[in-house]
Nanobody, 113 residues
Framework: VQLVESGGGLVQPGGSLRLSCAASGVIFSPYTMDWYRQAPGKQRELVARITTGGSPHYVDSVKGRCTISRDNALNTVYLQMNSLKPEDTAVYYC????????WGQGTQVTVSS
């Protein structure tokens, strides 16, 4: 199984990004999928979760600013991030809720003016 995250970049505060995570070598529709992030010097933390039925859940720090979605036909999970803040700067990863896949390389999000 390979997870490939993309869509990160440098954005000004208040800007938006849409992250994608594509899974190959597996059909991921049976799995709840998560987005995580790891800021420099900090532990990796859960950001958002989407269940197999499409129900989203968010940590308080991104609630109202992010939307997680999935396309099972494309084996892809997305994270739309709006109203970005400097504290959102991190490398973003996806994985199964039980961390059952190998981690991908992540995608860097940098929020800075």
């Amino acid at each position: 199984v390979q997870l490939v995250e993309s869509g990160g970049g440098l954005v000004q505060p208040g800007g938006s990004l849409r992250l994608s995570c594509a899974a190959s070598g597996v059909i991921f529709s049976p799995y709840t999928m998560d987005w995580y992030r790891q800021a420099p010097g900090k532990q990796r933390e859960l950001v958002a979760r989407i269940t197999t039925g499409g129900s989203p859940h968010y940590v308080d720090s991104v609630k109202g600013r992010c939307t997680i979605s999935r396309d099972n036909a494309l084996n892809t999970v997305y994270l739309q991030m709006n109203s970005l803040k400097p504290e959102d700067t991190a490398v973003y990863y996806c994985n199964r809720a039980d961390l059952g896949f190998d981690w991908g390389q992540g995608t860097q999000v940098t929020v800075s003016s």
